[in-house]
């Protein structure tokens, strides 16, 4: 998932753009390490672009009485101070025959005056690309390629669904899973470590409502609510399935491929198992009304009501009604 610069890392500038911290964080790791692999005795200097000042600026790049050598990490730019957005524009253009020069911005619009001003200055840009949802267990099965170990697609389908989209997260859990059993990991292996987790995630609690499984699911909400699940998580999981779910039906109709057909709906191939086994108990219409159902929810959790849990029960209760019924013009 990293690209790093071809050329010299010293005497040149490099922005990495991403809003994912994990994959931005690692490469600028592979930036760091490029440059001291080739001056090994270089200074790292690290800061937020938001505490920065002129003189900070000039001290962090203008290299040591101990080594000239510098590499200088600026992160978030989109928070740079106006005063210092020249200075730093300079830098770009001219970073100096001892100087690797990293600066890091989450992407968006925040800045996006300085970030058009030092691609214009000639900047090397690496972008970092979001990692979709249904590309996470691809992501899970690489985390272990990293380390050495083999994981098949169901397994890492299990860690993403017993911890959650985080990438740190999935990052952390595989790389406890391998300290203790280096040599297999199974979803039985998950299962132990994280099953109370999967209990209380949003997205356990979402499909359980969208098979029609009302009692588990007011369970694990009232359990996933105790242990710190933020409201709003649930309402943005069952919206997610249900929009999910309506795209498949209505894809599945042009007769497409599978991996056309999952493209369209924007999953993974092994999901369409899933979608098509939930579609036989669920119609268009119906899905229109649980959506509704639930974006009345979720403003209700956001404060047009003072209970989110008795908010959050009804909504399960009114969209286990809807699945597999045709709702009343």
């Not at 994990?22 to 592979?30: D, F, H, S």
């Not at 406890?176 to 292996?189: C, E, F, K, V, Y």
């Not at 908010?311 to 013009?329: D, I, K």
Request: aromatic fraction near 4%; include cysteine.
């Amino acid at each position: 998932m990293l690209r790093l610069v071809e050329m010299a890392p010293f005497g040149r500038a490099t922005l990495v753009i991403g809003r994912e911290g994990l994959i931005a964080e690692r490469t600028v790791g592979g930036l760091i390490e490029q440059a001291r692999s080739e001056r090994p005795s270089a200074t790292l200097t690290q800061a937020e672009a938001g505490t920065l000042t002129l003189g900070s600026l000039a001290e962090m790049t203008g290299g040591s009485l101990l080594a000239n050598d510098s590499i200088v990490v600026v992160s978030d730019i989109a928070d740079l101070p106006p005063e210092l957005q020249p200075a730093v524009v300079s830098l770009v253009s001219d970073p100096g025959p001892d100087l690797a020069f990293i600066l890091t911005h989450p992407g968006g619009v925040k800045g996006k005056a300085l970030l058009d001003a030092v691609k214009k200055a000639g900047i090397e840009v690496i972008e970092c690309a979001d990692v979709k949802q249904w590309e996470l267990p691809q992501f899970v099965v690489a985390e272990a390629r990293r380390a050495g170990v083999r994981l098949d697609i169901d397994t890492a389908t299990a860690l993403v669904d017993a911890v959650g989209n985080d990438l740190r997260g999935l990052a952390a859990g595989v790389s406890q899973l391998i300290a203790d059993n280096p040599d297999r990991i199974t979803t039985g292996t998950i299962s132990r470590y994280f099953g109370g987790r999967a209990d209380v995630t949003s997205f356990a609690v979402a499909d359980e409502v969208m098979a029609g499984r009302t009692s588990p699911a007011l369970e694990k909400l009232r359990w996933a609510l105790a242990t710190g699940v933020s409201p709003v998580l649930v309402t943005s999981a069952l919206a997610s399935s249900l929009r999910g779910l309506g795209k498949y039906i209505d894809a599945s109709e042009a007769r497409m491929r599978d991996v056309e057909l999952a493209k369209a709906v924007g999953v993974p191939p092994w999901k369409l198992k899933d979608l098509a086994r939930l579609s036989r108990d669920w119609q268009s219409a119906s899905i229109a009304r649980a959506l509704q159902a639930t974006a009345t929810a979720d403003a209700a959790i956001k404060g047009a009501a003072s209970d989110p849990g008795f908010a959050l029960e009804q909504l399960v209760l009114t969209v286990s009604r809807l699945r597999g019924r045709r709702p009343a013009a």
